[in-house]
């Protein structure tokens, strides 16, 4: 096969990394942006030359002006899009939120509208199906201390 039409069927994926962060309580922290009318877990696309773990980092950065040391993976989800083409989307555990870090919390005042912790119980009705489809297997993971792939949010069978 000649090199450039290998090349054209190597996957390019969108690629994002976003962070689960827990109170107390063991609720989840969700942003609600205001572009979109669903909530979202923080973080944002990774950009080219950029590991998913430090655009975790940046991402939670640039959304809530708070730098917590972000831990392990939790999963990794395949997740293609009609509109937008594959996509490989990474989750880490942001562990319990500091009492410092609450009160340092600064919304990107051009991108969310609130930042607000929420039950897992509810996280069907807050997040669009794949995105609680991916945070509820990412709960589970970090419950279990296993980091899980997902295709579509789903544990594969293989």
Sequence with gaps: MPENEHEQRMARPRM???????????DVL???????????????YIEI????LAACGREVQE??????????????????????GDKVLYVFDG???SPDDLAAIKLAPDELLA??????EKIDQLLIPRLARRVKR????????????LEHGEPTTR
């Design 138 to 149: 990412a709960i589970t993971a970090r419950s279990e201390a296993h980091p899980l792939y």
């Design 30 to 44: 969700l942003v609600q942006p205001s572009y979109k009318p669903k909530w979202e877990i923080p973080g944002g």
């Design 16 to 26: 994002a990394a976003g962070a689960l962060f827990f109170n107390a309580q063991g």
């Design 63 to 84: 959304e809530l002006g708070i730098s917590p040391a972000i831990g392990a993976l939790l999963v990794v989800d395949w997740a293609p899009n009609e509109a937008e």
């Design 49 to 52: 030359g950029e590991s998913p």
């Design 115 to 120: 930042a607000e912790f929420h039950p897992a």
């Design 95 to 97: 562990g319990e939120l």
